[in-house]
């Protein structure tokens, strides 16, 4: 007798043995009707994860936080936040992929991470389009260019000029490779046909504290991420992103209006979850997500930190994702970015 003959053989016993248990119990499900609405029912039976893919204290932080807290009380779950940063949101992505598809491990979609990183990296170990199923869109963000409360520019203008004058030797932070700060950078520099030089952080926050320091000469930030900082004296806000004025920010002129014509960058974020999870788990995820954005009081935490509520159907989110997908990639390929 050969030992390994037989070891083989009784692997492929157990494989076939357990292969036969699982069918018995699907053929089970189905004789007592107990398919996706039961999956649905029973979902969730144990806490979520909501994972962020960047660091404390940025805006898809501070919008996770909002959203998570008041989840748990449609869910009946407490809703933990998990913070992985890395690789412009690319390893909290990935943990999120590596998950099981029960719609317990949630993923705080971002630009980044949906839109742009399939552009910016030659190799992923994940393809965002295939492997994660949009759950909702949570918001739309308008971005903010700001300098140090220390910095001697005081408008877009002056960044403008000093850029000029001396190419390259200005810096700007963002909060990684691929996120939407550093694209934002990046059509502004292709808009204003000046160059700097990009200094990219595992976060926003990380990327803050180098700002405020004068380590670094700009950044363009998410609303709520900034917000705080200029409401403590930390830093001036030069200009925001989007075509028109926030309420938030009545009095700060847009990148348009301060002397870039056309420039428009809107950050944005939703919820996305493994593929393969069950349509049943998605929709029920989609209605208290949507539920939790129709509440007055969660709309004006997010217009308090220049976001939007947006909801609707999951098909909503994944087509606003296929036209920024687009847009994002041709503004990767206009400024010559080689992916890496």
């Not at 929709?283 to 930190?305: F, G, S, T, Y």
Request: glycine share 10%; with cysteine.
């Amino acid at each position: 007798m050969n030992p390994n003959t037989d070891m083989r053989k009784a692997s492929v016993l157990r494989n076939r043995a357990a292969a036969w248990v699982g069918a018995m119990a699907a053929c089970l499900c189905l004789s007592l009707g107990l398919g996706g609405d039961a999956a649905a029912q029973a979902f969730p039976n144990k806490s979520l994860r909501l994972v962020v893919p960047f660091a404390p204290g940025g805006s898809t932080d501070i919008f996770a936080r909002l959203l998570g807290e008041r989840l748990e009380k449609p869910l009946g779950q407490a809703v933990v936040i998990d913070n992985r940063a890395g690789a412009a949101g690319n390893i909290g992505a990935e943990a999120v992929v590596r998950a099981a598809p029960d719609g317990h491990t949630l993923l705080m979609a971002t630009t980044g991470v949906m839109a742009i990183n399939n552009a910016l990296y030659k190799t992923m170990s994940f393809e965002a389009a295939k492997d994660l199923e949009p759950v909702a869109f949570v918001a739309s963000i308008t971005n903010v260019m700001i300098v140090s409360a220390d910095s001697p520019f005081k408008t877009v203008a002056d960044v403008i000029a000093a850029a000029k004058k001396n190419p390259e030797q200005l810096t700007y932070a963002s909060s990684g490779a691929g996120s939407s700060t550093h694209m934002s950078t990046e059509l502004f520099k292709a808009m204003a046909g000046v160059n700097l030089l990009h200094v990219p952080y595992k976060g926003s926050g990380p990327a803050m504290i180098d700002l405020i320091a004068g380590r670094v000469s700009v950044m363009f930030e998410n609303m709520p991420g900034a917000v705080p900082h200029w409401k403590a004296g930390k830093v001036r806000i030069l200009a925001q992103t989007g075509l028109k004025r926030s309420p938030a920010l009545p009095d700060v002129p847009t990148v348009a209006e301060a002397g870039v014509p056309g420039y428009e960058s809107l950050s944005w974020s939703g919820v996305a979850v493994p593929a393969g999870t069950p349509k049943e788990v998605v929709n029920r995820l989609n209605r208290d997500i949507n539920a939790v954005l129709q509440q007055p009081e969660m709309r004006a935490k997010l217009a308090e930190q220049g976001g939007e509520a947006v909801g609707g159907p999951p098909e909503t989110f994944s087509e606003h994702i296929r036209r920024e997908r687009e847009k994002w990639s041709g503004v990767i390929r206009s400024a010559g970015i080689t992916p890496g």
